[in-house]
């Protein structure tokens, strides 16, 4: 079974501190991992996968298959960052392609 | 982009009641849709996966004989809660990929109050 975890369901951070939101998973074979992100009263929409190895919005995600994590991190947050942060997997190959979420971390950045 | 587009936005109805949701996605084919469920404050969990001409295929715990699923086309799946009770009260969000991509892509979603 496949499993993602976020422990913190809330941080704070002041304006340009550095942020860093956890995620690890659980699961037996290769996985995909995401980071979705939903502003205020809008969608859930994607951030990153851990495939493109880009940065987005300033934040980046590095897949660590040994200790089976994959945080998101920004060296400089801003007050526009302020969302809900969910970590996703989702198994390679086969034919289900649906996402298993973490319970999702409250990103708050004061000012 | 890609859209994705759930009506209605919030609907409350009456115990006893049935209530459609609609998914579609507006500017692309989508042969899968996948249903999920977020109840306050926790996580999207997925009901079932909606598949193009067939029948959905449900998560263990959900009944789908009170959501019932339906895929008649590329750009629209709904989802029916029959006889909705109070604790059928929810987030209710869909998402759906394109035929030849990886990203999912998630409607607005729907907040049913059922009283």
């Known amino acids: 079974a496949q499993r993602v975890t976020q422990p913190e369901k809330l941080l704070s951070v002041f304006k340009g501190a550095p942020v860093e939101l956890k995620c690890n998973y659980s699961?037996?074979?290769?996985?995909?991992l995401f980071w979705y992100v939903q502003y205020s009263r809008q969608r859930l929409q994607l951030l990153l996968r851990?495939?493109s190895r880009e940065s987005i919005k300033g934040f980046t995600a590095d897949l660590n298959k040994g200790e089976t994590s994959f945080h998101l991190k920004k060296p400089f947050a801003q007050e526009e960052d302020s969302a809900m942060y969910y970590c996703?997997?989702?198994?390679?190959?086969?034919?289900?392609?649906?996402?298993?979420f973490g319970s999702g971390t409250q990103l708050t950045v004061l000012p | 982009g890609a859209v994705v587009s759930q009506h209605p936005s919030r609907v409350i109805c009456k115990s006893g009641t049935s209530v459609k949701i609609e998914c579609r996605s507006l500017?692309?084919?989508?042969?899968?849709m996948f249903w999920y469920r977020q109840f306050p404050k926790q996580s999207l969990m997925l009901m079932a996966t909606?598949?193009?001409?067939?029948?959905?295929?449900?998560e263990q715990g959900v009944e789908k004989d009170k959501f019932l699923i339906n895929h008649a086309s590329l750009t629209l799946s709904t989802l029916t809660v029959t006889s909705a009770h109070p604790e059928d009260s929810s987030f209710y969000i869909c998402?759906?990929?394109?035929?030849?991509?990886?990203?999912?892509?998630f409607g607005q979603g729907t907040r049913l109050t059922v009283v």
């Open positions: 996703a997997l989702r198994s390679v190959g086969g034919s289900a392609r649906q996402l298993t």
């Open positions: 699961y037996s074979g290769s996985p995909e």
């Open positions: 500017d692309f084919q989508a042969t899968t």
């Open positions: 851990h495939i």
């Open positions: 998402s759906a990929s394109k035929s030849s991509g990886t990203e999912a892509f």
């Open positions: 909606s598949n193009e001409g067939s029948k959905a295929t449900y």
